[in-house]
T-cell receptor, first 112, second 110 residues
Framework: EAAVTQSPRSKVAVTGGKVTLSCHQT?????MYWYRQDTGHGLRLIHY???????EKGDIPDGYKASRPSQENFSLILELASLSQTAVYFC???????????FGPGTRLLVL | GDQVEQSPSALSLHEGTGSALRCNFT?????VQWFQQNSRGSLINLFY???GTKENGRLKSTFNSKESYSTLHIRDAQLEDSGTYFC????????????FGAGTKLTIKP
């Protein structure tokens, strides 16, 4: 069974502050993804990566950076957090691009 | 515009009954995934289909790329089936990204 973990599980941040969300997977998956979910909506792709030291923009990358220092780790960085970035953030991994995605438990971010 | 349209947006079933959820696509899709988001917010993958039909217990899913739709059938619904069900699809001309539908909130009543 795929194992994707996220930290922290919840966070309160101040507007203008820096936030880093971390994701770790132990499945030897090449692909990793960051999504956000707003209340009552589906997930939207922010950034993804298919190899270490490289990231790609998803559908809503503005205001976010991503870092993939190793195959196992993928971080999402909010350099200047804004109120509109309050959401639940999910990380996912897959063996290849066209394959089942396995999701982490999510990080609930509240920006005040 | 939206590529993945899910219906219905909400559905209520009594235990032991069944129904179908549907996703329509506005562009040709290569594959579809179905997920359940449970009451704790966790996303559980149910199916990945590139074509045809798959079945797992009380769940069955079909993907018809030519006619641009996918369905998820639930039979003999149980209380633990409550949650929000999402489909997510990969466009055939896409670049390994998937697009989620808005979800169907399913409530199972005793």
């Amino acid at each position: 069974e795929a194992a994707v973990t996220q930290s922290p599980r919840s966070k309160v941040a101040v507007t203008g502050g820096k936030v880093t969300l971390s994701c770790h997977q132990t499945n030897n998956h090449d692909y990793m993804y960051w999504y956000r979910q707003d209340t009552g909506h589906g997930l939207r792709l922010i950034h993804y990566s298919y190899v270490a030291d490289s990231t790609e923009k998803g559908d809503i990358p503005d205001g976010y950076k991503a870092s993939r220092p190793s195959q196992e780790n993928f971080s999402l960085i909010l350099e200047l957090a804004s109120l509109s970035q309050t959401a639940v953030y999910f990380c996912a991994s897959s063996y290849r691009g066209q394959d089942t995605q396995y999701f982490g438990p999510g990080t609930r971010l509240l920006v005040l | 515009g939206d590529q993945v349209e899910q219906s219905p947006s909400a559905l209520s079933l009594h235990e032991g009954t069944g129904s179908a959820l549907r996703c329509n696509f506005t562009t040709t899709m290569r594959a579809v995934q179905w997920f359940q988001q449970n009451s704790r917010g966790s996303l559980i993958n149910l199916f990945y289909l590139a074509s045809g039909t798959k079945e797992n217990g009380r769940l069955k899913s079909t993907f018809n790329s030519k006619e641009s739709y996918s369905t998820l059938h639930i039979r003999d619904a149980q209380l633990e089936d409550s949650g929000t069900y999402f489909c997510a699809a990969e466009a055939i001309y896409g670049n390994e990204k998937i697009t989620f539908g808005a979800g169907t909130k399913l409530t199972i009543k005793p």
